[in-house]
């Protein structure tokens, strides 16, 4: 995948933060979600180079040519738990109705007292997993972020839940990791999402819906250094007030041989972009990556 | 350039060869210059990657809450200094 995300103005601004917080917060779900109409309409105006990205992932995903409602129904959902994600982080989750599916794979590695990654994506939303950590008497997690690309993201998350804030690590230093190692020893999960590239991220070729594009190998090599298994974990948003939290269990464990080493992780980045894959085919509205994903714009 | 001491063409081979640097020589490595970042362009996978190498090797593990941190990653030199202080095996 191309590395143009990075580059995308940033439209989480100070102000529209603001915005959305207090619209959220003191006017409420359902009036808020009545203005997602026109705030959706907007953007499928104004945002010419995201209803291009939407239009190119919904041909693909939907296999026949998106019109107009389709669109605008990738928008809407995109807006959407972007304005739930402020529920989910001030953990208002009586708004909600979750469905967790394959929750036995978390709930053993719960149980287990080891940590492992919990590997997520920008499909759907990550954040509906708070809702299975309020459910559950202990959920340690952390988050590894690239703050740098994440400037909004991280100071809504400060904004809204300061301890939730602390819980993020920040990927950079050279020291970060070995606080990741640290915490999953104490049975730590640490969340990261798979399917961005960022500039210096080493990468690998994956087929993703018919085409070839890069993948980071970060999170899958992190597991295979640290010996941990990898969960998969999708939030997908079901229209309303709906959201199904799967889990699955990727890997026990990955192994790698020093002279195969960049073959074996190929193959198990490729079993996550399956897995993405089928997960964007169940649910094709929550992609929420709104850049050129497979580098069809490159020269 | 100021060579490199024995010790630190050791720590450089290591360095090499649990990062797979193919395009890189051990004994070229500029001692002062840095390892992350500019330098010799390492990240922070290849930071645990070489804690978990120089835990096996020497002995003793690099903490994350070790303020020394910064320093000790700084360069080929200030590692090697760090491991000849720092190692049981």
Same mark, same amino acid.
């Given at each position: ?52 990205? &939407? ?33 989910? +982080?001030?953990?208002? +989750? ?17 149980? &287990? ?7 997520? &994506? ?70 990261? +999402? ?100 497979? &580098?069809?714009?490159?020269? | ?89």
């Amino acid at each position: 995948m191309s590395r143009n995300w990075a580059r995308l103005p940033e439209r989480g601004s100070p102000l529209a933060l603001w915005l959305i917080r207090s619209i959220a917060l003191y006017l409420g779900r359902p009036v808020a979600r009545l203005l997602l109409y026109p705030i959706t309409l907007y953007f499928l105006i104004a945002a010419g180079d995201a209803r291009r990205s &939407s239009r190119r992932y919904l041909r693909r995903a939907l296999g026949r040519e998106p019109g107009w409602p389709q669109l605008f129904r990738h928008i809407h959902w995109f807006s959407a738990t972007i304005l739930d994600r402020v529920y989910f +982080l001030t953990g208002r +989750l009586d708004h909600f109705q979750i469905e967790i599916v394959g929750g036995q794979a978390i709930l053993d590695q719960l149980r &287990s007292g080891r940590g492992c990654i919990l590997l997520g &994506s920008h499909l759907g939303s990550f954040e509906a997993l708070r809702a299975v950590g309020a459910s559950l008497p202990d959920f340690p997690i952390k988050i590894l972020m690239n703050v740098e690309h994440n400037r909004a993201l991280t100071r809504l998350f400060e904004a809204l839940n300061p301890e939730l804030a602390r819980a993020i690590i920040p990927i950079g230093r050279p020291e970060t990791l070995l606080a990741v190692q640290e915490s999953v020893s104490r049975g730590c999960l640490i969340g990261a +999402l798979g399917d961005r590239v960022a500039q210096d991220d080493k990468t690998v070729r994956c087929q993703f819906f018919g085409r070839e594009t890069a993948f980071p190998i970060g999170p899958i090599l992190l597991a295979a250094l640290m010996e941990c298994p990898v969960v998969l974990c999708f939030g997908l948003y079901r229209g309303g007030n709906r959201y199904d939290v799967h889990f699955e269990k990727l890997a026990e464990k990955i192994a790698l041989e020093p002279r195969r080493r960049q073959e074996q992780l190929g193959v198990w980045v490729q079993r996550y972009a399956d897995r993405l894959e089928h997960y964007a085919r169940l649910a094709p509205y929550n992609w929420f990556n709104f850049y050129d994903y497979w &580098s069809e714009d490159a020269p | 350039m100021q060579p490199l001491s024995p010790f630190e063409l050791e720590v450089a081979r290591l360095l090499v060869d649990t990062l797979h640097l193919e395009d890189v020589k051990p004994e070229e490595i500029a001692p002062e210059e840095p390892l992350f970042g500019e330098g010799l362009g390492l990240d922070s996978i290849d930071a645990l990657e070489l804690a978990l190498a120089i835990s096996k090797t020497y002995g003793f593990q690099l903490r994350s809450d070790d303020k020394e941190n910064r320093r000790v990653f700084a360069s080929l030199r200030a590692l090697s200094q760090h491991i000849q202080q720092q190692r049981v095996l």
